[in-house]
């Protein structure tokens, strides 16, 4: 499971795709996600604006990722 740190309160789902490296584009992003390929915390979620925040899984293409808050936003 790869970590990946954000140092604000949220990220919306379609831009910690991007942020990860799963997909190139946003536009991508959003196909993805509304087309039902990405789970959040083992759910298919297709709202590519839902707030992830620290301590959120998201599934993708094989791929797991857990959010975590970085230091200027200390959880």
Not at 11 to 38: H, R, W
Not at 40 to 61: H, L, Q, W, Y
């Amino acid at each position: 499971m790869k970590k990946i740190e954000i140092t604000t309160e949220f990220i919306k789902l379609d831009q910690l795709l991007k942020f990860a490296g799963l997909v190139m584009t946003g536009g991508e992003a959003k196909e993805v996600v509304v087309e039902g390929y990405v789970s959040v915390n083992g759910e298919v979620c297709t709202m590519r604006g839902k707030k992830i925040r620290p301590g959120d899984v998201v599934s993708f293409d094989g791929e797991e990722l857990e959010v975590v808050a970085g230091e200027a936003y200390p959880s």
